[in-house]
């Protein structure tokens, strides 16, 4: 209702003016209300986020001092990836430990938003760590497909071990989400008692991914196959450009890419030229006619193997390997050094080969001979 006019001493009337609350202290009395300890509880909340934003303040420049040091190359890109989810970990944990807690209400949602988003940063640290790490104990080791045994195992097993890591990490933060819902939390205990007809349906449902699972374990851990091995897979040869742990990438020589279930090498036979070092040896055979001169053949070989910049100075053979009723099979094994360079190298001796006798001795082509009896 209006106020009604009151006569002032001149006689003439007036209407009294109210004062209006601003949105502020409006905002903040019901907030204050609501937590019901005044403004008090409202200043511990402010004072725990404080804290954690001062905290994260202070750290920059003690991690910036910290990676002019002799371990700089792990502090600085430590820092750089994880300081992002560090801070949300600080003031996500301050809210949630300076909210009181409250039986029902927007409080008390507001507190289980803040558990949630908690798990979540949580996760994002964790994986961002594992990311980089991951990425420092890489850079220390060469990338040429050439290295040794040694780091090429090393380089598998950490990229497996990240991954699996991460997706534990992951699958941890989804269950303390859920466990953080009362119903989720007796389903769950209901699910304990009966957890071996749940392990059963579980395995039964989840066979051939468990199965990949682990064989990508047993790859890894057991030296079968490395990141940048020649392979030889149905007749066609790649290099392992990716091993996870339900399948294996390889890269082709036309840079396709062929993706395989790690269920596929520990079931199937397969080739590995570079198990036990990265030099590979190549093969090519060529039939020529019975008059072909072996010697002067292999002459004009050696010689163009030793112009070609894709030798490594290792292994070249000519030999006649066979021979059928009209033709001598020559096979000419070479050795280069990774998958790639052998490959071209094959190419290159073909055509020099195939050139040479089309050129110079065009009589050592393969002939068919019959006999005419009248």
């Not at 066979?322 to 280069?336: F, G």
Request: glycine share 6%.
């Amino acid at each position: 209702m209006a106020t009604p006019d009151k006569p002032s001493a001149d006689g003439r009337a007036h209407r009294s003016v109210r004062r209006p609350q601003t949105a502020v202290v409006t905002v903040m009395s019901g907030i204050s209300a609501t937590f019901g300890g005044g403004m008090r509880a409202l200043l511990v909340v402010v004072a725990w986020v404080v804290a954690a934003l001062l905290v994260a303040w202070l750290a920059r420049p003690f991690f910036r001092w910290a990676a002019k040091g002799r371990y700089g190359w792990i502090v600085g890109p430590v820092y750089e990836a994880c300081r992002l989810p560090a801070v949300a970990v600080l003031v996500i944990g301050a809210l949630f430990a300076s909210v009181p807690r409250m039986t029902d209400g927007w409080v008390s949602a507001f507190r289980h938003g803040l558990l949630l988003a908690f798990a979540a940063a949580c996760a994002w640290l964790v994986i961002r760590f594992l990311q980089v790490t991951e990425s420092l104990a890489l850079g220390r080791l060469a990338h040429e497909p050439t290295v040794n045994r040694r780091q090429r195992r090393i380089r598998t097993q950490v990229r497996l071990i990240r991954g699996m890591t991460a997706v534990i990490v992951t699958l941890a933060a989804i269950a303390v989400a859920l466990m953080s819902y009362e119903q989720v939390r007796v389903v769950g205990v209901s699910l304990v008692t009966s957890a071996g007809v749940i392990g059963v349906l579980i395995g039964v449902a989840a066979r051939t991914s468990l199965a990949n699972a682990f064989s990508g374990l047993q790859i890894a851990f057991t030296d079968a196959i490395h990141v940048d091995d020649v392979l030889v897979v149905d007749g066609a040869w790649g290099r392992v450009e990716e091993v996870k742990l339900t399948s294996v990438v390889l890269r082709m020589w036309d840079e396709r890419r062929l993706i395989l279930p790690t269920t596929y090498f520990t079931d199937r036979p397969f080739q590995n030229w570079t198990r036990h070092e990265a030099r590979v040896v190549g093969e090519l055979r060529v039939h020529l006619d019975y008059t072909a001169d072996v010697e002067q053949l292999r002459r004009e070989a050696r010689r163009l193997v030793e112009e070609s910049p894709l030798w490594d100075r290792a292994l070249w053979t000519l030999q006649v390997v066979d021979v059928t009723p009209q033709t001598l099979e020559v096979q000419v094994r070479v050795s280069a050094a990774d998958g790639p360079s052998a490959w071209d190298l094959r190419c290159d001796l073909r055509e020099g080969l195939v050139k040479y006798v089309r050129d110079q001795h065009p009589q050592w082509l393969p002939r068919t001979r019959g006999e005419y009896h009248p």
